[in-house]
């Protein structure tokens, strides 16, 4: 299957993939096919995803589901392609779900962290620019804002 890569990578480029996930895809199946150590013409079976899929980082300690999602992600597409083009007969992550990943909370700034910015914003010498400081952190802080939505 490690033949086919050139192809996988040309059929990513006709479909507009971005370099960067083209890149990593092809990473990912690389460090699969060493993983996996198959001979040539052997299918990769459920078992060799699975096993790749849960193995862990070099340090031991278990990989994040969003690693894991990505590598399955990269082996969906290349299975899919292969089985597409005649290369397989089936496609071993049919079936394997992708783990759910843990909600993250937003990142928000203590009340004293915006006392702060408000203090910082109102030592601007120039009137305009602190008047101008003032009313953009009152839009972030009482809007929820990002500052690149502004």
Known sequence: MREHLDDFR???SARNHAPRTQSTYARILETFFAFCDLPAQTEPSLADVEAFLVRPKQTGAARAPRARNLD???LRVFFRFAVEHGLLARDPTKGIRL????AH???VPTVGEIRA???AAAQE???VARSRSVALHAVLTQTALRVREV
């Open 99 to 102: 783990l759910r990943e843990p």
């Open 117 to 119: 910015m408000f203090s």
């Open 125 to 127: 010498p120039d009137p």
């Open 105 to 107: 909370e937003p990142a």
């Open 72 to 74: 399955l992600a990269a």
């Open 10 to 12: 040309r059929f990513l």
